[in-house]
């Protein structure tokens, strides 16, 4: 597992309270937005998509305190934009560890060696570095060349340095199972605690609509990745909701489970959907038809969503509310999935139902490098 075990006891013990209190929903991330600005510009990203002056505009740490108090929840991701541009983010940072949050700064890493003076390592503390893949993949989805490096020695340093650290890869249609493998390879080899994987969402501010994968090769996908897995990889994710990628297993979305607070407010309903914002965590709760959201729902913006935000909350439910869910994250944490049918797709072509230009140029350098070589 890439998951301490005391995070795992706090977040157990938080998610029996609230059974134990009857609740029904309840959150279990808070995703917590300073600013959308960065300093890149993903064709995936739907964030940096706002005029100058909301790119401009950062929360302070005192309404992130508050929204972290009201909220509740035990753990704290800081996506953005690109948080290490904010101004303050060392004293947010260090206002949640005092609160004894368990916090995940994603970053592209781009200024994690510039900044990473202004942490100190805790187990209340994960930078959860932005690596889509190898070095071309990556590279080509962050529309950066060099972008790799840059962030891999960002990840060596703060290992280094005894920070915690996770990798956060997205997927999109025409990655490569057999390359997206050796990734996690290397990314074992550098040191990482974990690694957090999702199938890329289709923002609608997002450039790029077309390399955005559907529900059936979203299946195909991690089948090919997560079978006949190596028993060195780690990953930072609830068993359950990777079985769950894979096809293995049927969730309903809990839309609720990672609320989202930015710079407008308490976006609803969740961090991928934006349908107008509350003023309070108490509000969003209570005024957001939450039945109109979700796969179930037929809502057409959620068709084929699976990601983390929305599915994984309802994994960890399910691990720590019955027995069968215990029993078989248990099951699931040592298992190598020996799959026949997964080996041979992982031989077969990559056929993007959406070739993405970029990707495939990508490709052919990489496969005309591999000619050089041999």
């Not at 302070?60 to 690109?82: H, Y």
């Amino acid at each position: 597992m890439g998951i301490p075990v005391s995070q795992m006891w706090t977040v157990a013990t938080y998610v029996l309270g609230q059974k134990l209190a009857g609740r029904e929903r309840y959150p279990l991330v808070l995703m917590l937005e300073p600013l959308f600005r960065c300093n890149l510009a993903c064709a995936g990203c739907g964030k940096i998509q706002y005029p100058a002056h909301v790119l401009k505009m950062n929360l302070s740490p005192g309404e992130c305190f508050r929204a972290v108090d009201e909220c509740g929840a035990p753990m704290v991701s800081i996506p953005g934009g690109e948080p290490l541009m904010h101004p303050e983010i060392d004293k947010i940072v260090a206002g949640l560890v005092a609160r004894k949050k368990y916090v995940y700064l994603c970053t592209n890493a781009l200024l994690l060696r510039e900044k990473i003076d202004l942490f100190k390592p805790s187990k209340y503390l994960s930078f959860s570095v932005h690596l889509d893949g190898g070095k071309d993949e990556h590279d080509f989805s962050v529309c950066k060349e060099g972008g790799y490096e840059i962030a891999v020695d960002g990840v060596r340093e703060a290992v280094k340095r005894g920070f915690r650290v996770t990798t956060n890869t997205t997927l999109f249609d025409g990655f490569e199972p057999k390359r997206v493998r050796e990734f996690f390879d290397e990314m074992m080899a550098l040191g990482v605690e974990g690694m957090m994987l999702s199938p890329g969402y289709s923002y609608d501010k997002a450039p790029d609509q077309q390399h955005f994968l559907g529900r059936a090769r979203t299946r195909r996908l991690f089948r090919a990745l997560l079978s006949n897995r190596r028993p060195e990889w780690k990953f930072n994710m609830s068993p359950l909701f990777l079985e769950f990628l894979m096809g293995r297993r049927q969730y309903k979305c809990t839309p609720w489970g990672m609320p989202t607070f930015n710079v407008f407010g308490w976006q609803k309903p969740c961090y991928l959907l934006q349908d107008g914002y509350a003023d309070t965590f108490g509000e969003l709760m209570e005024s957001t038809n939450w039945e109109r959201y979700g796969t179930e729902s037929g809502n057409p913006k959620c068709a084929n969503c699976m990601v983390h935000s929305g599915y994984e909350a309802s994994a960890v439910h399910d691990n720590f509310t019955t027995w069968r869910g215990f029993f078989d994250t248990v099951k699931a944490t040592f298992s190598r999935y020996r799959d026949s049918e997964a080996l041979r797709i992982l031989e077969e072509p990559v056929k993007a139902v959406h070739a993405p230009a970029g990707l495939v140029q990508l490709t052919m350098k990489h496969e005309a490098a591999e000619e050089v070589e041999v």
